[in-house]
């Protein structure tokens, strides 16, 4: 369904203002002076538009689409006033129109393809019909794919019987009929599109249709990492290619490159070909659609452009069709002229493969059809060497033709079929020796540029492997338009949102007039590269009917094809090669549409304006009866004749200029048509002006480097004359230009793209606005490399370097120079700084677009955010152009050899004081002194002569590390600045206040920059105090030639920074007034061992202080405190990790890096461990020692020996006391006690092993009682270090760490702020931490209440304080928590059993020392033992508690078992509970062969075994919810709540919990027996203690006899006497129970 007009359409969109997309539309061939557009005239602006050969599409805003002219597929001849509405359209979002020859194509937003039109080729991709009367989907499907996916269309384009899609991923899809498909097929026509795939893996841009041949833009494949020149040969392809001339061949290179002589011209692989049927093609039936006979037209003749060859190529073809030139010898305008002279002919390179070919076609002939008499115009248009298909990668060679060209005797109109006949064997033969030998001729008029390429430009020609993966890698652009004219697919490098300039361009199809650009006339069944558009920065191709143009970024055009209305834009036909078109000076073109015989260009001219040029055929006006055809019927395109008057060269429209902003251009048969633009408030002109100059600044920029640059640059003698230094300066300008140049050619075609769609284009989209950061980066790295070079003199030697090389192109350098200076020399140095004025160009466009808006909108804040960086940097590069102007000037007035040390390309002259306006104070009167201010660094020469820059010595400052002070306090009335240094200070005196003031600013200015700022001053004294620079020491100390990088305040190190030493000795960490203080990490060489000392920890004073981790080169590590650089305090030392002798581990207290006081050693490699007492590195004193065999043995020690009284235990619990010599050497008096009960009393010798005894045995009775005093003097810890005299200096470190001199001497608000301040400092140190430790630290932040009494209120605060802060090493807390369990498990674990007691007396030391910290952090915690107060206003809160018998509520009570030991406990477990399970061993294996016993019997069984009231036998239990009666074989079915619960006390670590299991095991067997009981029920002990029996005995508790002992030494003393006490010795009177229980 259509409407005949657009109103019914725009009911729910009010109309646009009318002056955007303005629609004027003019017939081509008439006289440009006469032309007069007509204006079409609608209530919507035209966003597109597209043109056939007879009809055209409207698309206006909302996404309607319009259609008008000659729809023979409805029957209709619609008027471009009134255009009918494609109701079908309606809601689909359609974003682009396009229009073949005879049919329609539209693209919606979503991706999906509609067609509509004449189908007979398959053009509309429909099956069923001929015709497509509405616009009907097309599915792009790619079924390469597991499951096939719907590709995404973002453009199509349309010729006569063909079509294209380009994909989101950049991927090309075809359908129609003819080898303008570029498909591996032999089936026509081809309905459903298919991956064109030799373009597969390649970046297809951009795609257009001429009438049978197609276009693709491509991007380039990455080119190799070489910065080789162009070979000679390739300069002069390029100059060739530049010219205006035709091109003319020269002699063809000696040798063919392999991968070439696989591809004949036409893109076949010639070693895969096979034989096959050629495909017929049903005749084309569109006059018998229109409903009349075809046209005959008797003064069109056909154009034959083999004809020229003459007889000796009468058989010429293009792919094995043989041309009849009998039937043409009347057509001698159109005929090509033979070669004047033939050279030898050169043999085919691959013979094999033609004779396999030949023989294949004698096999199975080739079938041509033939066009029975017809006068079809359309196909007397065509070329005779069309060719349909091509199959290589399936090894078959097949072909249809269509011979377009019937003999003009033959006058039958009849629509039969083709008929056809085999072509005879001989005759194929002949055809391909005549082409073989065409294509190989030295000075082929036809193949001039088939080899003209070198051998690493082949590989990028040829065409795409066919692949199964295509890379799906490119996004949906939303702003994408049709190949048509509108905007084109940009391509994007590195995502940076800039089309890609490194493009080329591919053509296939028919090519009888050339129009495919290869140099020849010659169809491509494939798409082939164009070679000689590669590397022209080609941004947009266009396909007329017969010829093809394209536009690069340097605003060129270069046209090929049909010329026969002077289309192409010069005088030469036919072009068979890309030629540019002849433009007058100042014109810059940047759109293109082609036609029927005609070409419109778009382009700059010397006003904002565009201009409209035109070439093509002028004719005389049609009269109306021969110029508009009958309705219902259509319009038929003759064939490219030669027109009696056309063009020369592209001329200018008259009346562009009336009809305002011009945008995009459209031609289509021999209509031509325009949207234009009004200027609304100026926005239209501001964003033609941008674009313009943009393009106009690229060109400008490209002759720049071609005219001046390049030349220099590739000249052999150019570093003798600039010198090295100049040189590479040099270079490094030509390298930062060349970014320069592609940035501003990839922005001048984004600026062209965003002209094709300005309507629906976002002003804040703008190249300049979302990429602001990469154009201010480009021009700040252009213009410092020209500053620098301007710097050190490299203009003056360039100048005449340019005089000598340039020769003749001087007079194109002098048009390129735009300064008005006059001279007959150029200026170099305004030449290459005139990019800078682009800047203010940009900056003033973008506040006229920033103008159009109001203030308060998103684009007005974004364009004028924009304009003031543009700006800002046009101010600063401006003023750095000045200030190298100046330090050159000054490197002139002061040249010398002297001066020559100081002058660097980066170094700018700031001020000098050669007048003598600044001096040094007290310097002496005969002495010079000058002072030269630069940029970088303050100079101070002595013993100068200034006006001859001579200088004895001189220093230079940098200003990283200069701060400048005013003196303010000066008796004497002097004008002084002091200037600090890191190694000196010294104080300059001013001439005048003005000249302090000047010279005050200008190193505060100077400073400022340099450290990054705005180079503005800051206040006297004030700037940067505080930095982060670089220095390297020079004078003598501790930093003599180290390189320190880092913070620095008031010339002195301090903060964070690197210090490396020459030695390679390297800190990093914290500084403090020039020294290491704080904590920081360090290398230190060892020289002899070739390896390196490295220390983690704190300095203080430059000397390593504090706790850190000391890695020693030889393989030791020591963790723990230094004072001083030595080992002090508490540490740890592991050695013989990459020793061979020993492999042993220290941990103890060190005093000046000698082992000192208590510590344990742990000799791995003999199983010994030692703790006990030490001096000056030796053990001396009281102390413990295990070994691994099970001897035990504690005494005295002195000068590492065992002396003195010892008590020696062995495994089997035989124990000696006596005397001790030496290790393990017994010597004097003794008393022996065996394991059985017997001794020996008197004088031991010998070591342990063979022992010596002159004594009495004695063998005690059975009835002897015990002796107290012998069992005394065999008990152990006689002889061991008291618990609390243990790890004290892990506890005074940890009062250290608080600021306590001595343990709770300190300031308790002090001890608060280091806590804060450690933590805060440790959180911006480490930034690496978990969430779970930041928000711990972040908690620990905050002081708590301390000082105010503790309640029960505040009291759990302060537990859970003492949680978080024992749970993190970083809080002094959590330190000595972390390092009192390293020490513990040190010493116990894998120990001996004996050490049980020291293990617990050690637990209660720790607790002592622990609860003394935390007293003192808080000082409202009562006293240990005592209660709690309640506030007054809060609830009673109760954790630990006992039952009072005068009191019925619950208290809380105080006590450092209940506080302190669920922090310690559970870390310590582990090793506790293993001595406790080795001391209880055999009681306990006792205890668990009863258990085992008693419970394989039931339940009754053992409950009367027991002894248990059968009242409390349960009746009943409950399986998942389900009562069931216990019987008397039940087991475990009784009490079952009970004995879960008790089991839990294996799962507990400290004894408070573990009572918490006991006393809910109570609780739960009362709840199970009140149902058995009366109500007011009480427990009796012989009721109780059965029952508890039982569950004990079901509970299987392993290691019940490590439980009990452990709850028994270390539960608090308040529970001991409550109910938890009671219920505790019920547990152990059970376990005592079982190990004395008979069996039942």
């Given at each position: 369904?259509?409407?005949?007009?657009?109103?019914n359409?725009?009911?729910?969109?009010?109309?646009?203002?009318?002056e955007?997309?303005?629609l004027?539309?003019?017939?081509?061939?008439?006289?440009?002076?006469?032309l007069?557009?007509?204006?079409?005239?609608?209530?919507?602006?035209?966003?597109?538009?597209?043109?056939?050969?007879?009809?055209?599409?409207?698309?206006?805003?909302?996404?309607?689409?319009y259609?008008?002219?000659?729809?023979?597929?409805?029957?209709?001849?619609?008027?471009?006033?009134?255009?009918v509405?494609?109701?079908?359209?309606q809601g689909?979002?359609?974003?682009?129109?396009?229009?073949?020859?005879?049919?329609?194509?539209?693209?919606?937003?979503?991706?999906?393809v509609?067609?509509?039109?004449?189908?007979?080729?398959?053009?509309?991709?429909?099956?069923?019909?001929?015709?497509?009367?509405?616009?009907?989907?097309?599915?792009?499907?790619?079924?390469?794919?597991v499951p096939?996916?719907?590709?995404?269309?973002?453009?199509v384009?349309?010729?006569?019987e063909?079509?294209?899609?380009?994909?989101?991923?950049?991927?090309?899809w075809?359908?129609?009929?003819g080898?303008?498909?570029?498909l591996?097929?032999?089936?026509?026509?081809?309905?459903?599109?298919?991956?064109?795939?030799?373009?597969?893996?390649?970046h297809?841009?951009?795609?257009?249709c001429?009438?049978?041949?197609?276009?693709?833009?491509?991007r380039s494949?990455s080119?190799?990492?070489?910065?080789?020149p162009?070979?000679?040969?390739?300069?002069?392809?390029?100059?060739?290619?530049?010219?205006?001339h035709?091109?003319?061949?020269?002699?063809?290179?000696?040798s063919?490159?392999?991968?070439?002589?696989h591809?004949?011209?036409?893109?076949?692989?010639?070693?895969?070909?096979?034989?096959?049927?050629?495909?017929r093609?049903?005749?084309?039936?569109?006059?018998?659609?229109?409903?009349?006979?075809?046209?005959?037209?008797?003064?069109?003749?056909?154009?034959?452009?083999?004809?020229?060859?003459?007889?000796?190529?009468?058989?010429?073809?293009s792919v094995?069709?043989?041309?009849?030139?009998?039937?043409?010898?009347?057509?001698?305008d159109?005929?090509?002229?033979?070669?004047?002279?033939w050279?030898?002919?050169k043999?085919?390179s691959?013979?094999?493969d033609?004779q396999?070919?030949l023989?294949?076609?004698?096999?199975?002939?080739?079938?041509?059809?033939?066009?029975p008499?017809s006068?079809?115009?359309?196909?007397m248009?065509?070329?005779?060497?069309?060719?349909?298909?091509s199959t290589?990668?399936?090894?078959?060679?097949s072909?249809?033709?269509?011979d377009?060209?019937p003999p003009?005797?033959?006058?039958?109109h009849s629509?039969?079929?083709?008929?056809s006949?085999?072509?005879?064997?001989?005759?194929?033969?002949?055809?391909?020796?005549?082409?073989?030998?065409?294509?190989?001729m030295?000075n082929?008029?036809?193949?001039?540029?088939?080899?003209?390429?070198?051998?690493?430009?082949?590989r990028?020609s040829?065409?795409?492997?066919?692949?199964?993966?295509?890379?799906?890698?490119?996004?949906?652009?939303?702003?994408?338009?049709?190949?048509?004219?509108?905007r084109?697919g940009?391509?994007?490098?590195?995502?940076?949102?800039?089309?890609?300039?490194?493009?080329?361009?591919?053509?296939?199809?028919r090519g009888?007039e050339?129009q495919?650009?290869?140099?020849?006339?010659?169809?491509?069944?494939?798409?082939l590269?164009?070679?000689?558009?590669?590397?022209?920065?080609?941004?947009?191709?266009?396909?007329?009917?017969?010829?093809?143009l394209a536009?690069?970024?340097?605003c060129?055009?270069?046209s090929?094809?049909?010329?026969?209305?002077?289309q192409?834009?010069?005088?030469?036909?036919?072009?068979t090669?890309?030629?540019?078109?002849?433009?007058?000076?100042?014109i810059?073109?940047?759109?293109?549409?082609?036609?029927?015989?005609?070409?419109?260009l778009?382009?700059?001219?010397?006003?904002?304006?565009?201009?409209l040029?035109?070439?093509?055929?002028q004719?005389e006006?049609?009269?109306?009866?021969?110029?508009?055809?009958?309705?219902?019927?259509?319009?038929?395109?003759?064939?490219?004749?030669?027109?009696?008057?056309?063009?020369?060269?592209?001329?200018?429209?008259?009346?562009?200029?009336?009809?305002?902003?011009?945008?995009?251009i459209?031609?289509?048969?021999?209509?031509?048509?325009?949207?234009s633009?009004?200027?609304i408030?100026?926005?239209?002109?501001?964003?033609?002006?941008?674009?313009?100059?943009?393009?106009?600044?690229?060109?400008?920029?490209?002759?720049v480097?071609?005219?001046?640059?390049?030349?220099?640059?590739?000249?052999?003698?150019?570093?003798?004359?600039?010198?090295?230094?100049?040189?590479?300066l040099?270079f490094?300008?030509?390298?930062?230009?060349?970014?320069?140049?592609l940035?501003?050619?990839?922005?001048s075609?984004?600026?062209?793209?965003?002209?094709?769609d300005l309507?629906?284009?976002d002003?804040?989209s703008?190249?300049l606005?979302?990429?602001?950061?990469?154009?201010?980066d480009?021009?700040?790295?252009?213009?410092?490399?020209v500053?620098d070079?301007?710097?050190?003199?490299?203009?003056?030697?360039?100048?005449?370097?340019?005089?000598?090389c340039?020769?003749?192109?001087?007079?194109?350098?002098?048009?390129?120079?735009v300064?008005?200076?006059?001279?007959?020399?150029?200026d170099?140095?305004?030449?290459?700084?005139?990019?800078?004025?682009q800047?203010?160009?940009?900056?003033?466009?973008?506040?006229?677009?920033?103008?159009?808006y109001?203030?308060?909108?998103?684009?007005?804040?974004?364009?004028?955010?924009?304009?003031?960086?543009?700006?800002?940097?046009?101010?600063?590069?401006?003023k750095?152009?000045?200030?190298?102007?100046?330090?050159?000037?000054f490197?002139k007035?002061?040249s010398?050899?002297t001066?020559?040390?100081?002058?660097?390309?980066?170094r700018?002259?700031?001020?000098?004081?050669?007048?003598?306006?600044?001096?040094?104070?007290?310097?002496?009167?005969?002495?010079?002194h000058?002072?030269?201010?630069?940029?970088?660094?303050?100079?101070?020469?002595?013993?100068?002569?200034?006006?001859?820059?001579?200088f004895?010595?001189?220093?230079?400052y940098?200003l990283?590390?200069?701060?400048v002070?005013?003196?303010?306090?000066?008796?004497?009335?002097?004008?002084?600045?002091?200037?600090?240094?890191?190694?000196?200070?010294?104080?300059?005196v001013?001439?005048?206040?003005?000249?302090?003031?000047?010279?005050?600013?200008?190193?505060?200015?100077?400073?400022?920059?340099?450290?990054?700022?705005?180079?503005?001053?800051?206040?006297?004294?004030?700037t940067?105090?505080?930095?982060?620079?670089?220095?390297?020491?020079?004078?003598?100390?501790?930093?003599?030639d180290?390189?320190y990088?880092g913070?620095?305040?008031?010339?002195?190190?301090?903060?964070r920074?690197?210090?490396?030493?020459?030695?390679g000795?390297?800190?990093?960490?914290?500084?403090?007034?020039?020294?290491?203080?704080?904590?920081?990490?360090?290398?230190?060489p060892?020289?002899a061992?070739?390896?390196?000392?490295?220390?983690h920890g704190?300095?203080?004073?430059g000397?390593i202080?504090?706790?850190?981790?000391?890695?020693?080169?030889?393989?030791?590590?020591?963790?723990?405190?230094?004072f001083?650089?030595?080992?002090?305090?508490?540490?740890?030392?592991?050695?013989?990790?990459l020793?061979?002798?020993s492999?042993?581990?220290?941990?103890?207290q060190?005093?000046?890096?000698?082992?000192?006081g208590?510590?344990?050693?742990?000799?791995?490699?003999?199983?010994?461990?030692y703790m006990?007492?030490?001096?000056?590195?030796?053990?001396?004193?009281?102390?413990?020692?295990?070994?691994?065999?099970?001897?035990?043995?504690?005494?005295?020690?002195k000068?590492?020996?065992?002396?003195?009284?010892?008590?020696?235990?062995s495994?089997?619990?035989?124990?000696?006391?006596?005397?001790?010599?030496?290790?393990?050497?017994i010597?004097?008096?003794?008393?022996?006690?065996?394991a059985?009960?017997?001794?020996?009393?008197?004088?031991?010798?010998?070591?342990?092993a063979?022992?010596?005894v002159?004594g009495?045995?004695?063998?005690?009775?059975?009835?002897?009682?015990?002796?107290?005093?012998?069992?005394n003097?065999?008990?152990?810890?006689?002889?061991?270090?008291?618990?609390?005299?243990?790890?004290?200096?892990?506890?005074?470190?940890?009062?250290?760490?608080?600021?306590?001199?001595a343990?709770?001497?300190?300031?308790r608000?002090?001890?608060?702020?280091?806590?804060?301040?450690?933590?805060?400092?440790?959180?911006?140190?480490?930034?690496?931490?978990?969430?779970?430790?930041?928000k711990?630290?972040?908690?620990?932040e905050l002081?708590p209440?301390?000082?105010?009494?503790?309640?029960?209120?505040?009291?759990?605060?302060i537990?859970?304080?003492?949680?978080?802060?024992?749970?993190?090493?970083?809080?002094p807390?959590?330190?000595?928590?972390?390092?009192?369990?390293?020490?513990y498990?040190?010493?116990?674990?894998?120990?001996n059993?004996?050490?049980?007691?020291?293990?617990?007396?050690?637990?209660?030391?720790?607790?002592?020392?622990?609860?003394?910290?935390?007293?003192?952090?808080?000082p409202?915690?009562?006293?240990d033992?005592?209660?709690?107060?309640?506030?007054?206003?809060s609830p009673?809160r109760?954790?630990?508690?006992?039952?009072?018998?005068?009191?019925?509520?619950?208290?809380?009570?105080?006590?450092?078992?209940?506080?302190?030991?669920?922090l310690?406990l559970?870390?310590?477990?582990?090793?506790?509970?293993?001595?406790?399970?080795?001391?209880?061993e055999?009681?306990?294996?006792?205890?668990w062969?009863?258990?085992l016993?008693?419970?394989?019997?039931p339940d009754q069984?053992l409950?009367?075994?027991?002894?248990?009231?059968?009242?409390?036998w349960?009746?009943?239990?409950?399986i998942?919810?389900e009562?069931?009666?216990?019987?008397?074989?039940?087991?475990d079915?009784?009490?079952?709540?009970?004995?879960?619960?008790l089991q839990?006390?294996s799962?507990?670590f400290?004894?408070?919990?573990?009572?918490?299991?006991?006393?809910?095991?109570f609780?739960?067997?009362?709840?199970?027996?009140?149902p058995?009981?009366?109500?007011?029920?009480?427990?009796?002990?012989d009721?109780?203690?059965?029952?508890?029996?039982?569950?004990?005995?079901?509970?299987?508790?392993?290691n019940?006899?490590?439980?009990?002992?452990?709850?028994?030494?270390?539960?608090?003393p308040?529970?001991?006497?409550?109910?938890?006490?009671?219920?505790?010795?019920?547990?152990?009177?059970?376990?005592?129970?079982?190990?004395?229980?008979?069996?039942?």
């Amino acid at each position: 369904m259509m409407e005949r007009t657009e109103e019914n359409s725009e009911v729910d969109h009010p109309p646009s203002p009318p002056e955007r997309g303005l629609l004027h539309v003019w017939q081509s061939g008439g006289h440009g002076e006469q032309l007069s557009p007509e204006r079409v005239l609608l209530s919507r602006p035209v966003l597109q538009t597209a043109l056939g050969e007879n009809h055209g599409l409207l698309l206006s805003q909302g996404g309607l689409v319009y259609s008008f002219g000659e729809l023979f597929w409805r029957g209709l001849s619609v008027p471009l006033t009134a255009p009918v509405l494609e109701v079908s359209l309606q809601g689909r979002d359609v974003v682009r129109v396009t229009a073949g020859g005879f049919h329609c194509g539209a693209v919606t937003a979503q991706g999906s393809v509609y067609m509509w039109g004449e189908n007979t080729a398959g053009q509309c991709g429909q099956s069923s019909n001929i015709t497509v009367s509405e616009p009907s989907v097309v599915s792009v499907v790619d079924s390469e794919v597991v499951p096939p996916v719907a590709v995404r269309v973002v453009d199509v384009a349309c010729g006569r019987e063909h079509s294209l899609a380009l994909s989101s991923q950049n991927e090309l899809w075809a359908w129609g009929s003819g080898c303008q498909l570029g498909l591996v097929t032999k089936t026509f026509p081809v309905y459903k599109p298919q991956k064109v795939e030799h373009l597969a893996g390649r970046h297809v841009i951009q795609v257009a249709c001429g009438a049978y041949h197609s276009l693709a833009l491509v991007r380039s494949l990455s080119q190799p990492l070489s910065s080789t020149p162009k070979t000679v040969e390739k300069v002069k392809r390029e100059r060739r290619w530049s010219s205006g001339h035709s091109f003319v061949s020269e002699k063809m290179e000696a040798s063919v490159a392999e991968e070439d002589s696989h591809y004949c011209p036409l893109g076949v692989e010639l070693s895969d070909v096979s034989t096959g049927e050629c495909p017929r093609r049903s005749v084309s039936r569109r006059s018998q659609i229109a409903g009349r006979s075809p046209l005959n037209s008797s003064t069109g003749s056909v154009r034959q452009p083999l004809a020229s060859l003459g007889k000796s190529h009468s058989e010429q073809n293009s792919v094995c069709t043989k041309l009849n030139f009998d039937e043409l010898s009347d057509q001698t305008d159109f005929s090509l002229k033979p070669s004047s002279h033939w050279k030898n002919k050169k043999k085919f390179s691959k013979e094999q493969d033609l004779q396999t070919l030949l023989h294949k076609l004698s096999v199975h002939p080739i079938e041509i059809p033939h066009t029975p008499n017809s006068t079809d115009t359309e196909s007397m248009s065509a070329s005779v060497d069309s060719c349909a298909s091509s199959t290589p990668s399936s090894d078959l060679y097949s072909s249809s033709y269509k011979d377009e060209s019937p003999p003009k005797s033959q006058t039958n109109h009849s629509f039969g079929p083709y008929s056809s006949s085999p072509v005879g064997v001989d005759e194929v033969h002949l055809c391909l020796r005549e082409q073989s030998q065409s294509l190989y001729m030295e000075n082929s008029s036809s193949l001039s540029d088939i080899r003209e390429k070198s051998t690493q430009y082949r590989r990028r020609s040829l065409p795409g492997i066919p692949s199964h993966g295509s890379p799906r890698q490119h996004h949906y652009c939303a702003c994408r338009t049709s190949c048509t004219g509108q905007r084109s697919g940009m391509s994007e490098e590195a995502g940076d949102g800039l089309p890609c300039l490194d493009t080329e361009v591919w053509s296939w199809g028919r090519g009888s007039e050339g129009q495919l650009g290869h140099g020849d006339q010659l169809a491509r069944l494939q798409p082939l590269c164009i070679k000689p558009l590669t590397g022209e920065e080609v941004i947009k191709v266009v396909a007329g009917s017969h010829h093809s143009l394209a536009i690069t970024a340097h605003c060129e055009v270069y046209s090929w094809g049909s010329n026969m209305c002077g289309q192409l834009g010069h005088v030469n036909s036919p072009v068979t090669v890309p030629k540019q078109a002849k433009l007058s000076e100042g014109i810059r073109v940047w759109d293109a549409s082609a036609g029927q015989s005609h070409s419109l260009l778009l382009a700059d001219g010397d006003c904002v304006q565009p201009v409209l040029l035109y070439c093509g055929q002028q004719q005389e006006p049609k009269t109306e009866e021969s110029d508009t055809p009958q309705k219902g019927q259509r319009s038929y395109q003759k064939s490219p004749n030669r027109s009696e008057s056309y063009t020369v060269r592209p001329t200018l429209m008259p009346f562009c200029m009336e009809i305002g902003y011009i945008s995009s251009i459209r031609s289509g048969g021999q209509t031509c048509a325009l949207l234009s633009d009004q200027n609304i408030m100026g926005f239209v002109s501001a964003i033609h002006e941008l674009a313009s100059r943009e393009r106009q600044f690229y060109c400008w920029l490209s002759s720049v480097k071609k005219v001046l640059l390049t030349p220099l640059r590739t000249r052999e003698g150019v570093n003798p004359c600039l010198g090295d230094p100049c040189t590479r300066l040099f270079f490094t300008v030509c390298e930062k230009f060349t970014p320069l140049k592609l940035l501003i050619g990839r922005h001048s075609a984004a600026l062209s793209y965003f002209l094709y769609d300005l309507q629906s284009c976002d002003v804040t989209s703008l190249p300049l606005i979302i990429r602001m950061d990469y154009f201010l980066d480009t021009f700040k790295e252009y213009c410092s490399s020209v500053g620098d070079f301007q710097v050190m003199g490299g203009f003056q030697s360039l100048q005449k370097l340019s005089n000598d090389c340039l020769g003749s192109k001087h007079s194109d350098l002098h048009q390129l120079c735009v300064s008005d200076s006059g001279k007959d020399e150029v200026d170099l140095v305004s030449l290459l700084y005139w990019p800078l004025q682009q800047l203010h160009h940009y900056s003033r466009l973008l506040l006229k677009l920033a103008a159009c808006y109001d203030v308060l909108t998103a684009e007005y804040q974004c364009l004028h955010q924009g304009c003031g960086q543009f700006e800002s940097l046009s101010s600063s590069l401006l003023k750095k152009k000045k200030e190298a102007e100046m330090t050159c000037n000054f490197w002139k007035t002061h040249s010398g050899k002297t001066t020559e040390v100081l002058r660097l390309p980066h170094r700018r002259v700031v001020c000098e004081s050669s007048h003598r306006n600044l001096t040094l104070q007290n310097a002496g009167r005969f002495s010079n002194h000058w002072f030269i201010l630069f940029n970088d660094a303050l100079v101070h020469t002595q013993g100068t002569i200034p006006s001859k820059s001579f200088f004895s010595t001189y220093h230079i400052y940098p200003l990283t590390c200069l701060w400048v002070k005013p003196v303010t306090e000066n008796n004497n009335g002097l004008d002084a600045i002091k200037i600090i240094c890191p190694e000196e200070n010294f104080t300059l005196v001013a001439s005048t206040p003005q000249e302090k003031n000047k010279w005050l600013r200008a190193l505060n200015q100077a400073v400022d920059q340099v450290l990054g700022g705005g180079g503005h001053g800051s206040s006297p004294g004030v700037t940067a105090m505080i930095r982060t620079a670089s220095y390297t020491f020079t004078g003598e100390g501790r930093f003599k030639d180290a390189q320190y990088t880092g913070q620095w305040q008031a010339g002195r190190v301090h903060g964070r920074g690197t210090m490396k030493w020459p030695d390679g000795k390297t800190y990093t960490g914290n500084f403090k007034n020039g020294l290491e203080d704080g904590y920081g990490e360090c290398l230190m060489p060892n020289k002899a061992l070739n390896k390196a000392d490295c220390y983690h920890g704190h300095w203080k004073d430059g000397q390593i202080h504090g706790f850190g981790k000391y890695k020693y080169a030889a393989g030791e590590v020591y963790e723990g405190c230094f004072f001083e650089s030595q080992r002090h305090g508490y540490g740890m030392l592991s050695s013989g990790r990459l020793a061979r002798s020993s492999s042993s581990v220290f941990i103890g207290q060190w005093v000046h890096d000698k082992k000192m006081g208590y510590g344990v050693y742990d000799d791995i490699t003999s199983g010994q461990k030692y703790m006990g007492l030490w001096v000056d590195d030796q053990r001396h004193g009281n102390a413990v020692v295990v070994t691994q065999h099970g001897l035990y043995f504690e005494g005295t020690f002195k000068e590492n020996k065992m002396s003195g009284s010892g008590l020696l235990v062995s495994d089997d619990d035989t124990t000696f006391h006596g005397e001790f010599s030496d290790n393990w050497i017994i010597n004097g008096k003794g008393l022996l006690h065996l394991a059985n009960g017997d001794f020996f009393d008197g004088e031991f010798s010998g070591e342990w092993a063979s022992l010596k005894v002159t004594g009495t045995f004695s063998k005690p009775a059975v009835d002897e009682p015990t002796n107290k005093e012998r069992n005394n003097t065999l008990a152990l810890g006689q002889y061991v270090v008291p618990a609390a005299q243990r790890w004290v200096c892990v506890f005074d470190e940890c009062w250290g760490r608080l600021g306590c001199e001595a343990p709770g001497s300190g300031q308790r608000t002090v001890a608060w702020d280091n806590i804060a301040v450690t933590i805060t400092t440790t959180r911006r140190q480490t930034p690496d931490l978990s969430k779970s430790q930041s928000k711990i630290l972040e908690s620990l932040e905050l002081i708590p209440q301390h000082e105010e009494i503790v309640t029960t209120a505040n009291y759990d605060h302060i537990r859970r304080y003492l949680t978080k802060a024992c749970e993190t090493p970083l809080h002094p807390l959590g330190w000595l928590v972390e390092t009192l369990v390293t020490v513990y498990r040190m010493t116990y674990v894998g120990s001996n059993r004996r050490l049980l007691r020291q293990a617990v007396q050690e637990v209660q030391a720790y607790l002592t020392h622990f609860d003394c910290i935390v007293r003192f952090l808080f000082p409202g915690l009562p006293d240990d033992g005592s209660v709690i107060p309640d506030p007054p206003t809060s609830p009673t809160r109760c954790r630990h508690s006992f039952i009072s018998n005068t009191m019925e509520q619950c208290v809380v009570v105080v006590s450092s078992s209940s506080l302190l030991l669920p922090l310690l406990l559970p870390r310590l477990y582990p090793p506790l509970f293993t001595l406790y399970g080795l001391q209880e061993e055999q009681d306990e294996a006792k205890y668990w062969e009863r258990i085992l016993r008693l419970n394989k019997s039931p339940d009754q069984a053992l409950l009367s075994f027991l002894g248990v009231n059968e009242k409390f036998w349960p009746v009943w239990m409950s399986i998942l919810g389900e009562k069931k009666q216990i019987v008397s074989s039940s087991k475990d079915a009784c009490y079952v709540s009970a004995v879960e619960t008790l089991q839990q006390i294996s799962t507990t670590f400290t004894p408070s919990d573990k009572l918490t299991v006991i006393q809910k095991t109570f609780e739960e067997l009362t709840q199970e027996v009140k149902p058995l009981v009366e109500e007011n029920f009480l427990w009796c002990m012989d009721d109780l203690f059965p029952l508890f029996l039982y569950v004990v005995i079901r509970a299987r508790i392993r290691n019940l006899g490590a439980e009990v002992s452990l709850i028994e030494d270390l539960m608090d003393p308040n529970l001991e006497h409550g109910e938890m006490g009671l219920m505790f010795t019920t547990l152990k009177a059970c376990y005592i129970q079982i190990q004395q229980e008979s069996m039942m």
